[in-house]
């Protein structure tokens, strides 16, 4: 019903910097909030960073200040610009958008990404 497309991911170096993109397709009426998490091998997924359709914004402590999420409500794409990028930021990272769907019940269902590799070399 609906897919998360995401792109941007690879290597870099410590200190650089990589731009997540997720393009959400499909039956969709509105997206509500839109976020990324990641998991490091041996972890539990953890949140990076959500934004609702108005723009507000939500980061776990430990990375304020160095990753910024983004949203182009018009074509349901949702961004991450990760700077200062540390061996620890090493994980795969998940698109998730709470989504409305174009049916007659406008069903509120979740929907994951593939998930994008992040690698960060020391």
């Known amino acids: 019903q609906v897919q998360l497309l995401e792109s941007g991911g690879g290597l870099v170096q410590a200190g650089g910097s990589l731009r997540l993109s997720c393009a959400a397709s499909g039956r969709i009426f509105s997206i509500n909030v839109m976020g990324w998490y990641r998991q490091a091998p041996g972890k539990q997924r953890e949140l990076v960073a959500s934004i609702a359709s108005g723009g507000s914004t939500n980061y776990p402590d430990s990375l304020k200040g160095r990753f910024t999420i983004s949203r182009d409500n018009a074509e349901n794409v949702v961004y991450l610009q990760m700077n200062s990028l540390k061996p620890e930021d090493t994980a795969v990272y998940y698109c998730?958008?709470?989504?409305?769907?174009?049916?007659?019940?406008?069903?509120?269902?979740?929907?994951w990404g593939q998930g994008t590799q992040v690698t960060v070399s020391s």
């Open positions: 998730n958008a709470d989504v409305s769907l174009r049916d007659y019940y406008r069903t509120r269902n979740t929907y």
